[in-house]
């Protein structure tokens, strides 16, 4: 009995020590990095793509609302002030000159402070820039003499669009955009608007055919750098996410699924505009900054900006600066795999 009350004793002082010992955890995965308050970092593939030293340097400043920013072959950005109804040009240390005003909206008398002006841009087949005019509710041709001609309004069925917004090109010719009524004084409301949905197009051959329609407020727009699965945000604040969609051989989309979700973030701001790089990471503009995504839809980290973004573009002779529109200014940042090119350049 003494042995059994001894071991007892034993038994009981080890049980409880070993329950007030603190289980042990697997050590969290931590970068050696220095800590930059530019970036959340979420997963060590980010600094594959971010260098931890990296950046956000101011390119020029002073503009209402910004908007499409499009990197061009002779080593400038356009970019387009979407509440101010112009289209400027500027060189990567700030030199800044317009290019149209007005470039969105040629009413005499415009609403002020609306998002009338111009928009998303892209490089046509003809190697013209394609421009979306908020405004006047199509889309035009920009010729290097700065000619305009229109492009397209209407969709197939013959309502006039709502207010396209961002622009895409593939391979054959295709041109995909999104069209939410922001352009238009009251959204959805707007006795103006003419298509019961706020529609995602494909226009080829003339026609201007709705591929996607129940996205509440699609917005920005980006193919995978195989043109096989493409990107959708929705600007909707009750549902602020991005879609992802398969690429038929005929140009539709099918299997759209959540891609990312932001709806729980804490920071104020929407998914707009996103563009992918070479090796099919998703840089997309949302909540408090740039949330970078693995081609699998897995948020690697976000780049913090001082202003809200609303888009970027790859630029520079290596395609590895990232510049981005954000509300009154430009700015750029230098990243290490450079963006996905483009059907058209």
């Known amino acids: 009995m003494r042995r059994l009350a001894v071991f007892s004793l034993f038994a009981t002082v080890m049980w409880a020590t070993a329950c007030n010992k603190a289980p042990e955890q697997a050590a969290p995965s931590k970068s050696n990095a220095p800590a930059n308050p ?19 340097d101011k390119v020029a400043t002073g503009f209402q609302f910004l908007e499409g920013p499009l990197w061009r072959p002779s080593g400038n950005l356009w970019f387009s002030d979407l509440v101010g109804n112009i289209l400027y040009q500027t060189t990567p240390d700030g030199m800044v000159k317009q290019l149209l005003n007005p470039a969105g909206d040629y009413r005499k008398d415009p609403p002020k402070g609306g998002y009338i002006g111009p928009n998303g841009m892209a490089v046509a087949p003809n190697l013209n820039v394609v421009l979306c005019q908020h405004g006047n ?21 013959g309502k006039h669009l709502n207010s396209p917004n961002d622009v895409v090109y593939t391979p054959d010719g295709s041109l995909y955009f999104t069209d939410p009524p922001f352009g238009l004084a009251k959204g ?17 051959d003339g026609k201007a055919i709705a591929i996607i329609k129940d996205v509440a407020l699609p917005n920005g727009i980006a193919f995978s750098p195989d043109f096989k699965v493409l990107y959708i945000s929705n600007s909707d604040d009750k549902q602020r996410l991005w879609m992802r969609y398969d690429v038929n051989a005929d140009g539709t989309v099918a299997n759209g699924r959540v891609f990312a979700d932001a709806s729980s973030s804490k920071d104020m701001g929407v998914p707009d505009g996103m563009r992918v790089d070479s090796a099919g990471n998703v840089y997309a503009t949302g909540p408090g900054g740039i949330w970078v995504f693995s081609s699998a839809g897995k948020q690697l980290g976000t780049i913090k900006t001082p202003e809200q973004p609303s888009n970027l573009a790859f630029g520079d002779a290596d395609a590895k600066t990232i510049y981005i529109t954000a509300t009154s200014s430009v700015y750029k940042i230098r990243v290490n795999i450079a963006g996905e090119k483009p059907a058209f350049n």
């Not at 593939?45 to 931890?52: A, D, R």
């Not at 199509?138 to 001609?149: A, L």
């Not at 959805?188 to 080829?204: H, I, L, S, T």
């Open 137 to 157: 509710r199509r889309i035009v041709e920009v010729s290097p003499e700065m000619k305009v001609k229109l492009l397209v309004e209407r969709s197939a069925d």
């Open 188 to 204: 959805n409301d707007d006795p103006a608007k003419e298509e019961p949905y706020n529609g995602v197009y494909r226009f080829k």
């Open 38 to 56: 530019n970036f959340v970092r979420l997963d060590p593939g980010f600094e594959q793509l971010v260098p931890v030293n990296a950046t956000i």
